[in-house]
Every structure is written in structure tokens, then in C-alpha cells.
């Protein structure tokens, strides 16, 4: 099994040292698992627990101030889950491989997908927040009118963020791709950026996988991690895949944005336009 995961394209963290930590401790645990599809959610569920990251706990808060999570996975046979704008599930890469595995849909949503999570067994009602956020967005003035105008002008000051965290495994050819976030901060309360939408922010084929990190929206225009392994598809290596999609990006749209590639001969490419993007890769035989 051969594993790379990423914390989120960004600005420089105040904290590498222990972020990288928790991104080794991730693509360690996913070398251990059975299969890619086990690997990468065990590999992000880490990170999901882990305080310091833009998933699970310690993730976004929207506009409301009620923190959701959203997430996605694909294999190289084209099997694809996602679940997304889930307030409570800490653990939204498990919703996803359950949506994936156990119904025939590729994205369930909100209150639903919370319900389906309860049905799998996985956690609900959990508190996503940290001190960190609460602080964050106790500092926050969020406009607490009906007016949209209003509302809006305040969401389009404040939206931003990153440190969403994806991994991507392979092993004797399988290959997995999964991406889990808590969106960005100040969206309006029901915004569901790219990292549920397949092609956006997690891709696979049997060529190899992706999954995408940065500016949600403009990662969705692009479908970035399709534009990735469709490159891998036509003879490119990882990294240059990596840096052409990114290229694509910053051509077509205003947004920072980074990626994670890996082919299926476990070969690894990474690339962003942002100031920091950390990862790291393990390997287990
Ligand atoms: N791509 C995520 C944010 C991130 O990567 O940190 C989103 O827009 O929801």
C-alpha cells in the first residue's frame, strides 16, 4: 500500500511541525488498512480528529455559525460517494465510502446524509468546534438581519480558508482518492464547495488519483482533479499532471488552489499556487 495525504493549500501554517506529525501519523495508519478505499478514510479520518485541520473537528463555521462537513470518494472501478453540509458528523469520510458501498447514489445531502450517518454507525451530534474556532468566530460580526444584501456583502468580506485535508492510496494497482472538509469559513450556511463534487476535489481511474485542496468554487469550475488524472490518462507523470492542472487554474480563474497525484505504479506528483501546502506519503508492502 502507498499513500499520500495533504493538510490544505494556504497560507504558511503557524504550526508545521505538529501538522506534519499528524499528516505522517495519516498516511502511516492508511498503509496499514486492507484496501485503498479503507486506506485513504482511515488516512483522513486522522485528520478529521485532529484539532488543527479544516475537517471534521476543528473545521469551517458557516454564515449561521454551525460548523458542516462535507466529503468524497472514488475508486479506480468508478465507484464514487459523497455526503456533504452535515452539522455533527466528525467523521464525514465514512459517510462517504457508506454512501459509495451501501446505496446506489453517488451524493447524499444535509440532514439526510446526518441520518444515513447515524444509520451506518457512525457518530452524530459530535461538537466540531474547538477553542480556535469559537474564538474565531466569536471576533466575527455576523449580520444577523433577514436581508440578503446585507448578509451577502458580510459572507463576500469574510469567505475564505483553507487546511481541507484528501488522500490518495494505491495498492497492486487499486487505487483510491478521498477528500474531507469543513468548506471555508463565513460561507452562507448551506454552501457546498468542491470537495464532494466528483472531478473537483477527488478523482480516480485506474491511471491513478487526485484530490484538490484551495479555493472551492474555482476548484469546481475546473473540475481540477479530473483535469489531473485525465493528464496521467494521456502519458504525464504525476507531478507534471499535478503542476499542469494547477497551471489550468491560475489561467483560468483567480483562485489558489494545490493537488495531490499518484499514478498507479505508486508514483507520487503534488503542486499548488498557494504559500504552503503540506504533505506527506508512506509506503507499506
Ligand atoms: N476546497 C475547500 C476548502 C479547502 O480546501 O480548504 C472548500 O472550498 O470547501
Not at 250 to 261: C, F, N, R
Request: proline share 4%.
Amino acid at each position: 500500500m502507498q499513500l499520500i495525504v495533504h493538510g490544505g493549500a494556504g497560507s504558511a501554517p503557524d504550526d508545521p511541525e505538529s501538522r506534519q506529525r499528524a499528516l505522517d501519523e495519516a498516511a502511516a495508519t492508511g498503509t496499514g488498512e486492507p484496501t485503498p478505499a479503507a486506506a485513504v478514510v482511515a488516512a483522513i479520518g486522522v485528520l478529521e480528529r485532529a484539532p488543527r485541520f479544516n475537517a471534521g473537528v476543528g473545521g469551517a463555521i458557516q454564515d449561521d455559525g454551525t460548523a458542516r462537513t462535507d466529503a468524497g470518494i472514488m475508486t479506480d472501478e468508478r465507484e464514487v460517494g459523497a455526503a456533504c453540509s452535515m452539522p455533527g458528523v466528525r467523521d464525514a469520510g465514512r459517510v462517504a465510502r457508506a454512501v459509495m458501498n451501501e446505496t446506489p447514489h453517488v451524493l447524499v445531502a444535509g440532514d439526510h446524509a446526518v441520518s444515513l450517518a447515524e444509520g451506518f454507525g457512525v457518530e452524530t451530534e459530535v461538537d466540531l468546534t474547538t477553542e480556535r474556532t469559537r474564538e474565531r468566530w466569536d471576533d466575527l460580526s455576523p449580520s444577523d438581519g433577514n436581508d440578503v444584501e446585507e448578509r451577502l456583502a458580510w459572507v463576500r468580506e469574510q469567505f475564505g480558508g483553507s487546511d481541507t485535508v484528501g488522500a490518495v492510496a494505491v495498492d497492486d494497482g487499486e487505487i483510491a482518492a478521498a477528500t474531507s472538509t469543513g468548506g471555508r469559513w463565513c460561507a452562507l450556511a448551506g454552501r457546498v464547495g468542491d470537495v464532494p463534487q466528483v472531478g473537483s476535489g477527488f478523482y480516480a481511474t485506474p491511471a491513478g488519483g487526485a484530490s484538490a485542496t484551495g479555493a472551492g468554487e474555482d476548484i469546481a469550475r475546473m473540475t481540477l482533479s479530473r483535469l489531473a488524472v485525465e493528464r496521467l490518462e494521456a502519458g504525464d507523470g504525476p507531478e507534471t499532471a499535478a503542476e499542469h492542472a494547477i497551471d489550468e487554474l491560475a489561467t483560468e480563474t483567480d483562485g489558489g488552489a494545490g493537488i495531490i497525484v499518484l499514478d498507479d505504479e505508486g508514483r507520487v506528483g503534488s503542486a499548488y499556487n498557494t504559500e504552503a501546502m503540506q504533505t506527506s506519503t508512506a509506503k507499506q508492502s
